[in-house]
């Protein structure tokens, strides 16, 4: 593939961040799957910490003003829905929101989970849990959540009849 037919096929997956996409497709070609998933990842690894911050700091709070406005990419949209983060009680919503805003006055950036893998229930004990720890411990578990959440967006990808890289070598 292009590099610009890669970047549009597979920048999406991180949250406004196609600058992983470009930075991977360096690593081209991929022998595999998981060496694709490896280059993404890698290319994040091998970024500056603030460029890495900025990263995460893309992401949207859980139920938060993004969804509230309609702003969440069609990924967050689909994963939020599918933990029932678009349907909370005014009790829930509340309750989310306060989380939010405590994790983000603590280490100045949003709590990120790969909702796919949790119940409603068990994201607000997750929440809850990790709020608790300290800056370092949560940016590396942002890191992991993150990576999760791409994989399973590459998943979704590679499992469809055709994916962009197929279609690309047709």
């Not at 549009?8 to 998933?37: K, L, M």
């Not at 809850?128 to 959540?145: K, M, P, S, V, Y």
Request: hydrophobic share 40%; charged share 25%; glycine share 4%.
């Amino acid at each position: 593939m292009s590099r610009d037919s890669f970047t549009n096929a597979f920048g999406g997956v991180f949250e406004y961040s196609p600058w992983v996409a470009e930075q991977a497709w360096q690593d081209r070609p991929f022998a595999t799957i998981e060496e694709f998933y490896q280059a993404m990842f890698g290319a994040v690894r091998r970024a500056p910490r603030t460029q890495i911050e900025a990263l995460l700091c893309l992401h949207p709070d859980l139920a938060g003003k993004e969804a509230q406005d309609g702003n969440m990419t069609v990924n967050s949209v689909i994963e939020q829905s599918t933990a029932g983060l678009n349907s909370l009680t005014s009790g829930e919503l509340q309750k989310m929101r306060q989380l939010n805003a405590a994790y983000r006055a603590k280490h100045q950036f949003p709590f990120i989970i790969a909702v796919r893998n949790y119940s409603k229930a068990e994201i607000f004990s997750e929440f809850e849990r990790r709020l608790q720890n300290d800056t370092a411990t949560e940016f590396d578990n942002n890191i992991a959540q993150v990576f999760n959440i791409v994989r399973m967006r590459l998943d979704r990808i590679f499992a469809e009849e055709t994916t962009p890289l197929q279609k690309d070598a047709a």
